[in-house]
């Protein structure tokens, strides 16, 4: 195996093709097909249960569909190919997922040195995206347990980048925030995404947030899409009532 520094990858596209999946009765993800285009960013949206993260599970092998074919830049995502396409991935969950006996630094490290990086390739990969994510390079050393949780889910953008995947998926990575260090991440992350070129997909709740980093809005419903375009036209065009009271319910600040 030899070692590998990011030179940049080439973001890849990638779909669902008549998806299905189960759980006993229930389908969580009901007949899906939909296309991601290289280089693009989108966030699914919709309520808890709508099938959202269900979607990156089942693009990153960690279930499969019951029928129906998911698909990583033209190949279907086989048992023989999954450990591959894991690794072409950029993982973020809401609480971070970082291992609590290891540093920081450690966490960036591990996949990195199973690709037998070198020392000096892996910190300065590491103070790159440090500075990305505009975290003090000080706070490497820290464990999860002491950091905050703004900067821990900046540590664990930083490892989903680490090996410069072409896909990026965030599921719920905002959640867990408190209101001030949530706003401060949107910006930054809208700023990140731009600057990486990667193909991108948000898993959110908050219409407002999916609105405001991506471009388009995927809404789902009973592991169904809904309706797939701008905010603009959910709003001025919207498929059905649910739609409307979707946006509706997004509650804003009252009027002093």
């Known amino acids: 195996m030899t070692s590998r520094v990011p030179s940049g990858a080439t973001p890849v596209g990638f779909a669902f093709a008549r998806v299905t999946r189960r759980y006993g009765a229930t389908p969580a993800v009901d007949d899906i097909t939909l296309e991601f285009g ?5 966030a699914l949206v919709g309520s808890s249960g709508s ?8 693009l990153l092998g960690l279930e499969w569909p019951d029928q129906g074919r998911v698909l990583f830049g033209g190949s279907a995502v086989t048992a023989d ?60 050393a820290r464990y ?16 989903a980048l680490m090996t410069d995947p072409p896909v990026l998926l965030l599921d719920e990575p905002l959640a ?21 070129g990667k193909t991108v997909i948000v898993v959110t709740h908050d219409l407002a947030e999916a609105a405001f980093l991506a471009p388009r809005l995927i809404l789902m419903r009973s ?11 959910l ?21 002093a």
Not at 51 to 58: A, E, H, M, W
Not at 176 to 195: N, S, T, V
Not at 223 to 233: A, E, F, K, T, Y
């Open 235 to 255: 709003r001025e065009q919207p498929a059905d009532d649910f739609v409307s009271r979707f946006i509706a319910a997004q509650r804003v600040l009252p009027s």
């Open 38 to 42: 290289a280089a693009s960013v989108s």
């Open 176 to 196: 867990a925030l408190d209101p001030i260090i949530r706003h401060q991440l949107q910006d930054e992350l809208l700023k990140i995404f731009a600057a990486i």
């Open 223 to 233: 592991g169904r899409i809904v309706q797939d375009g701008s905010l603009q036209q």
């Open 51 to 58: 099938g959202k993260s269900t979607l990156l599970r089942l």
């Open 144 to 159: 999860p347990d002491e950091l905050s949780g703004g900067q821990r889910q900046r540590v664990a953008l930083m490892r």
């Open 81 to 140: 190919n999954v450990a591959r396409i894991r690794r072409a991935c950029g993982y973020v969950i809401q609480t971070g997922g970082l291992f609590p006996h290891l540093s920081a630094a450690a966490n960036l490290a591990l996949l990195p040195r199973h690709l037998r990086w070198t020392r000096a390739q892996i910190d300065a990969r590491m103070h790159e995206l440090a500075a990305l994510v505009n975290l003090d390079a000080p706070m490497l």
